[in-house]
């Protein structure tokens, strides 16, 4: 899955232009997209804690593969944008699977197991942006990516059979109903607000400085290849160059991050990650093909960093029979966020001036450094 969504992944903004959109068109496809994937998180959760995480995880799998379709015929943007909501929508599995891999870590070997799946997934992908450059030199952009996202689709499908196999971490779940599953929607929201009071004070705090900080992540992230080739310069060949080391950072560092959230807590990655970010949106403003390396090395660093120590620690905190739920809540404030920052990116890149919003990004990392430094205290016990 990993490998089939990187391959059309370098050059999608630039499909959306090509397609007849700007830079507002791709933060209004952006917020389409957070926002339907925001609308599933609560019946998500609910569904993953009641009647496991197996089936929703592996037959939702198919639906997003399907869901490329639409972005490879597209014949305008606007095809792209129903594709994006519809795929985002089949991503309703996403906290059944973030809490069965929760489920299958030992505590004290969290940070490592975040870190090895993400070296897993970064092997997977870094041959993406070269197939990409491969198929730009000999179809051209337009025709490249509708090749890119067919290619996406087989590989989709190839993983929702092998997802058949999981084994389900949830004891004794509920049998589906699915009338009942089709009316639960109120009742999953209530009872995914509800878990606040069962949950320790420092996650939340730790969920509002993660929610920030993807804030200013959706913010820059679209933008990034559209400032690249516009105003540093670039090639698309080149961005495919630069693509892969961000992935190749990512795999060498994998590891020795995962050490680091086990070794010396989850606290000390989570700063370290907007520290990184910062870096790297100094490098980017005043950027050329040779400092772009760093930025993506930076930038690897960063959300290696924020991504083990942070799914780690929410579940140090949270016990497994409420981590659909929790995880449900928190997806949802945040891909709401999210999709409000991608928009207001490509507002700012648009019509104020193109590093507007990375020099944001920079502001935002510092009440993320300061809220967990104050706020956010890691558990004398962990969650099993």
């Known amino acids: 899955m990993d490998f089939g969504m990187e391959i059309p992944e370098p050059y999608y903004s630039y499909y959306v232009i090509g397609l007849g959109g700007d830079a507002v068109i791709i933060g209004i496809i952006g917020f389409a997209s957070w ?15 009641r009647y496991g995480r197996r089936w929703l995880v592996s037959s939702m799998t198919f639906g997003v593969g399907l869901a490329y379709v639409f972005y490879a015929l597209a014949p305008s943007w606007h095809w792209v944008l129903l594709g994006t909501m519809v795929l985002n929508i089949c991503l309703i599995y996403q906290p059944a699977l973030m809490a069965m891999v929760a489920d299958s870590l030992p505590s004290v070997r969290r940070g490592m197991g975040f870190s090895i799946i993400n070296l897993i997934m970064n092997v997977a992908t870094t041959p993406g942006p070269i197939v990409a450059g491969i198929l730009f030199l000999n179809f051209g952009l337009v025709t490249g990516m509708r090749i890119g996202y ?13 997802r058949l196999r999981l084994r389900e971490t949830v ?85 020795p991050v995962g050490k680091m959230v086990d070794k010396f807590g989850r606290k000390v990655p989570l700063l370290l990650s907007s520290v990184f970010l910062v870096f790297s949106m100094v490098l980017l403003v005043h950027g050329n093909f040779v400092r772009l ?63 507007l919003p990375f020099l944001l990004a920079i502001v935002l990392a510092i009440p993320v450094f300061i809220l967990i430094v104050l706020l956010v205290h890691e558990p004398e016990k962990r969650e099993a």
């Open 150 to 162: 067919l290619i996406a689709v087989a590989l989709f499908m190839v993983a929702g059979v092998l």
């Open 35 to 49: 926002i339907a994937l925001a609308s599933v998180q609560f019946p998500g959760g609910y569904m993953a804690d």
């Open 293 to 355: 390396f760093f930025v993506m090395i930076f930038e690897g660093v960063s959300m290696l960093l924020m991504m083990s120590g942070y799914a780690s620690l929410r579940a140090d905190f949270v016990p497994q029979e409420l981590r659909g739920k929790v995880i449900g809540f928190t997806n949802f404030v945040a891909y709401v966020l999210m999709a409000l920052g991608v928009l207001a990116g490509g507002f700012f890149y648009e019509r104020v001036m193109p590093e």
């Open 171 to 255: 004891k004794n779940p509920e049998k589906i109903d699915r009338r009942v599953i089709l009316r639960s929607y109120p009742e999953s929201v209530k009872g995914c607000f509800g878990i606040w009071s069962r949950v320790p004070r420092s996650l939340f705090f730790l969920f509002v400085a993660n929610v920030v900080w993807g804030f200013a992540i959706a913010m820059i992230r679209p933008y990034v290849s559209v400032y690249a080739k516009y105003v540093l310069g670039l090639n698309e060949i080149e961005w495919s160059i630069v693509m892969t080391v961000l992935f190749a950072s990512m795999i060498v560092l994998a590891l």
